[in-house]
């Protein structure tokens, strides 16, 4: 899901992310899925468990059905729940739902609901999810994430104004049953409920209050903890919902988030015991210390379903010629990166489709292939008309690690090319903004699967105006192809219609893979049950400090 704000290891924003298909990992923790009574009676004899931890930068929003980046996406998993959360197995579990029947074609499920409250005391009801996902269909919300839902029957006709709110497949039967139908059986549906789009809003509070997601004052949510501070900018406390479902799992009290950019600064604050957590997947460790922290072997590492690739603005010459685009993409040594800037075991992406769901282990084409680009370059400045290319910008979001990885490929390009490249540097909001407004020209992002398959990563790019699809690239065989996906119901055949579409993606190449995301981080010894998933997301519900 999500857009990574980070690099060299993260956040599916910060570099992966995966789904219960690549199987989650569970850094330093008993078993999540339970309650743990030593972290009880650790916590009766130490007090109130207080974790501190650094979010790198502001969250975008804390509403799930705006979220888009991963930052925004944990805070709003540590206050909201799902019909189902993913454990510490990678797999979902029922949680606001008790029970869940499908039908026998697949296409109907339905959802029992349990008894739970929302953090102001109100009942969770099968309406609050009702409204929460038809408010994320509605064109006029802008859910960057609503294609999320076109699962969902007429999900995708109500978002472009083909069908009416009704027509949804999405009804709540009673306060306690949730009914929905799906366009096409769709295997892997109990991780898409367990994902923030699906999560419920209060219904009452949405509709007296369009910014109650932006204050810790208005924040309403049902989920382990409930926001208490929100100094923007510069500090998020989340502390215990007394009113979760599942309270008894939940040991930490309180949550301290700073919001420190240079990751530095977080690193030297965690050595004089200011932090609990340095790293991913909420922030970076800085490039520099990375062959100290292997050395002394304080440094977790664990590969991610992500990709770091820049994005090309596909409407605005010269990358509207596909030859110029395959030359930049083809003049990247991305091993070289690896190994003296990343030197965190990531792998050079050669597609578009992380190790963990790979179409075609090969890639499409070879890594620092100069010979190659600089013939695709001169053939496509030829059929542009031009005999010198227009000032190239390459833009990203602030961080040490974007920075320096843009640099090398700034260098790559002028030594393998002879071009001079421009490097722009923004605050992740206002990056993310222009990003979807078109003002740019090469734009780097990180992207953590949303769920462990391959069309998560495809269809991003299957409409031009889509949510996340800043390229402006379309294709009408690559959207027949995932179309087709859709409906073939033989694992096989549906792997190899994909793989197809992967081929016609990486032949236009509106996008740079560059290397397939790791998460590295360091924590405090004591610190257990924080959950990791295969996809890089983090979940805080089972942690406690010993």
Not at 24 to 50: C, F, L, M, R
Not at 237 to 247: A, P
Not at 304 to 324: L, R
Not at 462 to 469: A, C, I, L, P, V
């Amino acid at each position: 899901m999500k857009k990574n704000i980070f690099v060299a290891m993260s956040s599916i924003l910060v570099l992966g992310a995966a789904l219960a298909g690549c199987g989650g990992n569970q850094a330093q923790s008993d078993n999540p899925n339970q309650g743990g009574s030593q972290a009880a009676e650790s916590a009766a004899k130490t007090g109130p468990q207080v974790l501190k931890w650094n979010l790198h930068s502001e969250p975008p929003t804390a509403d799930p059905g705006l979220s888009e980046d991963t930052t925004s996406a944990a805070i709003i998993r540590a206050t909201f729940d799902g019909l189902t959360r993913i454990g510490a197995d990678g797999q979902p579990h029922e949680s606001v739902a008790e029970k869940i029947d499908v039908s026998e074609d697949g296409l109907t499920y339905t959802f029992h609901l349990r008894d739970s409250k929302w953090s102001n005391g109100d009942p969770v009801t099968a309406h609050d999810f009702e409204f929460a996902w038809k408010r994320a269909l509605d064109p006029k919300t802008g859910a960057a994430y609503a294609y999320q839902l076109y699962y969902i029957k007429n999900g995708e006709a109500y978002n472009k104004n083909k069908a009416k709110a009704e027509d949804v497949g999405v009804k709540a039967l009673d306060d306690k049953t949730l009914e929905v139908k799906l366009e096409n059986p769709t295997p892997f549906f109990k991780e898409l409920t367990a994902f923030p789009t699906y999560y419920p809003v209060n219904r009452k509070l949405v509709e007296s209050n369009p910014n109650w997601a932006m204050e810790a004052s208005t924040h309403v949510g049902n989920g382990p903890f409930k926001m208490a501070e929100w100094e923007h900018k510069n500090k998020l406390v989340l502390v215990k919902n007394e009113n979760y479902w599942d309270k008894d799992v939940v040991k930490v009290d309180r949550i301290e988030f700073s919001m420190v950019e240079d990751e530095n600064t977080e690193l030297s604050m965690f050595d004089n015991g200011e932090l609990d957590w340095a790293g991913a997947p909420m922030s970076a460790l800085p490039t520099d210390a990375i062959p100290a922290l292997k050395e002394s072997g304080k440094m977790h590492t664990q590969p991610i379903a992500g990709v770091y690739w820049y994005k090309f603005n596909t409407e605005k010459p010269p990358f509207n010629n596909v030859k110029i685009r395959k030359a930049f993409a083809y003049a990247i040594d991305r091993q070289s990166l690896i190994d003296n800037v990343l030197q965190a075991g990531q792998l050079p992406a050669m597609g578009a489709v992380p190790p963990s769901m790979a179409l075609n282990k090969d890639g499409y084409f070879k890594d620092n292939d100069v010979e190659t680009a600089k013939k695709l370059l001169a053939e496509g400045m030829k059929e542009l008309g031009i005999t010198k290319l227009p000032p190239i910008t390459l833009s990203y979001n602030t961080s040490e690690g974007h920075q320096k990885i843009a640099q090398a490929i700034q260098d790559q390009w002028k030594k393998n090319l002879g071009v001079d490249v421009k490097l722009e540097n923004k605050e992740w909001k206002v990056y993310i903004e222009d990003l979807h407004q078109g003002k740019f020209q090469i734009g780097r992002q990180g992207w953590l699967g949303d769920f462990n398959d391959p069309i998560n990563f495809l269809e991003l790019f299957k409409e031009k105006m889509g949510g996340n699809n800043d390229t402006r690239w379309e294709h009408p065989k690559f959207k027949e192809l995932l179309d087709q996906s859709a409906l073939e119901k033989d694992p096989e055949k549906r792997k190899q219609i994909l793989a197809d579409a992967e081929k016609i993606f990486m032949d236009e190449m509106p996008v740079i893979p560059i290397y397939f995301y790791t998460n590295s981080w360091v924590q405090k010894e004591n610190l257990k049950g924080i959950v990791i998933g295969g996809l890089g997301d983090i979940d805080w519900k089972w942690a406690s400090i010993e």
